[in-house]
């Protein structure tokens, strides 16, 4: 079965300094991931894929992502955060065959001034 | 850039009533999604739909929740006899095809409060 941990329920960082959302997964099988992000009161938009092509993978609003086999790992970074970063970040795992995907708990990013 | 829309954005229903929310998924995709995010909690898998029938269903999906695509255009999720506990966010979902590296893309949600 897949699984999705995200380790941390909320980040703080200050604006201009880099972002880190850790994001752990299970999975039997070669997995797709996915990072989503949910503005307040707004839907959930795709932020970047992985789907066993290179594992650095580019994102919009400058974030990246790394797949790392060896640490079940996908987390999501960006060097220099901005304001309007502030959002419920999603870490999620899809299996070739399998309809559903599964979401994380979420990573609630806060950006200080 | 093609989205999905949903409506209402808010509903708030008595307790007991049936309820219907409302997607448009994106023209040319064919299979589709509902979720649901009870507050503060992670966003669950409900229901997965294509060619006319349910595909998946969680064990959330039970005979209270049915969902349909009436018309060409529309899919809806009906909630009958409703209950406290189905206060949520319920988003849809839709993708083009069925492969597991092709993302599902989400609508803006509708916030159901049941009173």
């Known amino acids: 079965a897949q699984s999705v941990t995200q380790l941390d329920s909320h980040v703080s960082v200050s604006e201009g300094t880099p972002v880190l959302l850790r994001c752990n997964y299970s999975?039997?099988?070669?997995?797709?991931l996915f990072w989503y992000v949910q503005h307040p009161n707004k839907g959930l938009q795709l932020l970047l894929k992985y789907t066993s092509a290179a594992t650095l993978v580019k994102g919009i609003n400058g974030f990246e992502a790394e797949f790392k086999k060896s640490e079940t790992s996908f987390h999501l970074t960006k060097p220099s955060a901005h304001m309007s970063d502030a959002a419920e970040y999603f870490c999620?795992?899809?299996?070739?065959?399998?309809?559903?995907?599964?979401f994380g708990k979420g990573t609630r990013l806060h950006i200080l001034p | 850039e093609p989205e999905v829309t949903q409506t209402p954005s808010h509903q708030v229903t008595q307790m007991g009533q049936e309820v219907i929310l409302r997607c448009v998924p994106i023209s040319n995709h064919l299979y589709f999604y509902w979720y649901r995010q009870i507050l503060g909690q992670k966003v669950e898998f409900l229901v997965s739909?294509?060619?006319?029938?349910?595909?998946?269903k969680s064990e959330i999906f039970d005979d209270q929740f049915s969902v349909e695509r009436p018309d060409g255009s529309n899919f809806t999720l009906k909630i009958r006899s409703t209950k406290l506990e189905d206060s949520a966010m319920y988003f849809c979902a839709s993708r083009g095809d069925r492969t597991s590296n092709q993302p599902q893309h989400f609508g803006d949600g509708t916030r159901l409060s049941i009173l």
């Open positions: 999620v795992v899809s299996v070739r065959g399998d309809d559903k995907i599964i």
């Open positions: 739909f294509y060619n006319n029938e349910i595909s998946e």
């Open positions: 999975s039997s099988y070669s997995p797709s």
